[in-house]
């Protein structure tokens, strides 16, 4: 008798990532995934893959459904201005209502990634290079608009603005404050106003 999946493969790996968000792929078991998705062992098997799999997938649909859709919607603005500060005060806010301290899944994966094999390090680093290109587009787009000085560096300000994006979502895991948030983020947008002009 052929094998019948019973449920809906994207619920499960929504409640999958929740899991693997929370615990990280080494802290997480298959009875977490197991108990927290409802499905039984062979089940998960035969319909998504082992534990790796399981994560991968997990990682992939947090990717597409957090931040591509996320940055589809700020680029669609049209401002980038406003767009980068919409960035920031969305991480800024996210960050201070997420009581259980999760972070964001793909940063949390990136600080511990040389424990992953080649396939998630790709993913990651993909993801972390689509978000600069993102910072470097908003900036370029800027320059054209006359919204910033014609003298930016924008490959520089772009990583700038990666890193002071990533270390928010890292601080905000219980090392600091909203102010002290919400002061990296002004200091990011600090980052917009000066230049390489001597």
Known sequence: MPWKKNFEIDETLD???EVFW?????????TDLIE??????????????????????????????QRQRTLSSLEAIGEPRASLQM??????EQSSQDLNKRGCFLVNTALGIQ???EEV????????EDFRKFFEKQIEFGKI???????LDSAAVASGLLGIF??????????????????????????LENTTAA
Do not use: P
């Not at 929370?22 to 298959?30: A, E, H, V, Y």
């Not at 927290?36 to 459904?65: C, H, M, P, W």
């Not at 608009?145 to 003298?151: A, I, L, P, V, Y």
């Open 115 to 117: 424990a992953h094999d």
């Open 87 to 92: 960035t920031f005060d969305a991480v800024v």
């Open 145 to 151: 608009r006359g919204e910033f000085s014609k003298d």
């Open 15 to 17: 409640r999958a990532m």
């Open 166 to 191: 990533i270390g928010i979502r890292v601080m905000a895991r219980g090392a600091t404050g909203t102010t002290v948030l919400r002061q990296m983020a002004d200091q990011a947008m600090r980052l």
């Open 36 to 65: 927290a998705t409802g499905v039984q062992r062979q089940s998960l098997y035969n319909a998504i893959g082992d534990k790796r799999k399981i994560f991968i997938r997990s990682l992939l649909r947090y990717d597409t459904e």
């Open 22 to 30: 929370q615990k990280g792929f080494d802290g997480t078991s298959l």
């Open 121 to 128: 390090q790709l993913l990651v680093r993909s993801a972390l």
